[in-house]
């Protein structure tokens, strides 16, 4: 029966990389993966540039409008989520917190947390929910709008997210977190096979581990 299972399991891992992988890796070369123009991919500090982040107007836990604009000349983490999430929200919020505490007295430092979950996260409840939190940096948002709106939005990110009645809380999301340089481009460090991560892993050690050396080099630049 194990060795039915681990067939079975390898080939859906199969099947997503034959079918998945290169549409990712297609939209990222057709610039599909953010609404402005594409950006030739290179490195500063052993760190490629990916594309442009994508616009947004959203309204954050104080009923703030906010836009990109507000992270110009930010480094700052972008994620999606929800507060009622019972799986792998609460250890993304607990890494990004830890993030958080390593750059606390810097203001070119900056987070944007997106709810997928728009009946239940208002503006209120995402305002208790930082300070349940410990979300205390001055430049971290949490922002509330429609699911279409957010879902868009997460798209142009080719980040996922999805309803789905059987998951735990109505959805599905990624544990990823988006790096953005001062001048909202995308960045990423390399795997090494010499590949683009391109998002790093919010419910991982290593992931948070990453994220805090790489800031480090692009607050520096």
Partial sequence: ????????????????????????????????????????IGAKNDLLEIAKSPNFSFTNQDSETITEDFYKDKVYLVEFFFTSCPTICPIMNENMVEIQNEFLQDTRFGVASFSIDEINDTPE????????????????????????????????????????NDAPGGFEHSGLFALIDKNGVIRSRIDDFGNPIVYYDGTSDEGVKMLKEDIKKLLAE
């Fill in 1 to 40: 029966m194990k060795n039915k299972a681990y067939i079975g399991i390898s080939f859906i891992i199969l099947v997503f990389g034959i079918l998945v992988v290169p549409k990712i890796v297609d939209r990222f070369k057709d610039g599909k993966v953010v609404e402005n123009d594409r950006l030739n």
């Fill in 125 to 164: 409840v995402l305002k208790q929910h930082a300070k349940d939190l410990g979300a205390v940096h001055p430049n971290w948002n949490f922002f509330s709008g429609t699911q279409k709106d957010i879902f868009a939005l997460a798209n142009n990110y080719n980040m996922y997210v999805g309803t789905n």
